[in-house]
């Protein structure tokens, strides 16, 4: 079976157009990489457990902040090169990420140590606009920013 997440990407508006909240990859391994590292904020789906679900559970588990009020927009389904399916839905929102704090994660670090250290599993989330968040995200993902700037186009 198909590993599958689901997650959100909030966008606001202002003057200049969209921007959008991403999220940076926490722990060693995403340290010295910044263009192409960012994603959505998401997660994988539990057995049982719907996309949207999984996404909002995501979303408080990864930026420490419930997901704000809004009316989700569904924005697609992709494959990421690894295999994995990500959903994505839109909010409209303006939220203050100042004080984000993500889930950690246990690995051994450094390799072969046998020390055990923790991480958070997303060191920084950051509002961008779209043109951006496409340098910042990872390729596959930026059919999702185009599904934004379709529905902001729409209104």
Do not use: C
């Not at 995403?30 to 263009?35: T, V």
Request: no cysteine; proline share 8%; glycine share 10%.
């Amino acid at each position: 079976m198909v590993d599958t997440s689901a997650g959100i990407l909030l966008y606001r508006v202002g003057a200049d157009g969209p921007d959008v909240l991403i999220a940076h990859p926490g722990g060693p391994f995403w340290a010295r990489k910044d263009e192409g590292a960012w994603s959505i904020v998401k997660g994988l789906l539990t057995d049982g457990e719907g996309p949207w679900t999984a996404a909002r559970r995501e979303f408080r588990e990864e930026v420490g902040i419930d997901v704000p009020a809004g009316e989700p927009v569904e924005l697609g389904t992709v494959r990421q090169r690894s295999g994995k399916l990500v959903i994505a839905f839109g909010i409209e929102a303006d939220l203050d990420v100042s004080n984000a704090v993500s889930n950690t994660f246990e690995i051994e670090w450094p390799p072969k140590s046998g020390l055990m250290k923790s991480f958070p599993e997303v060191d920084r989330v950051e509002w961008f606009p779209l043109e951006q968040a496409r340098a910042k995200l990872l390729p596959a993902q930026h059919p999702f920013l185009d599904a934004v700037a379709a529905v902001v186009a729409e209104r």
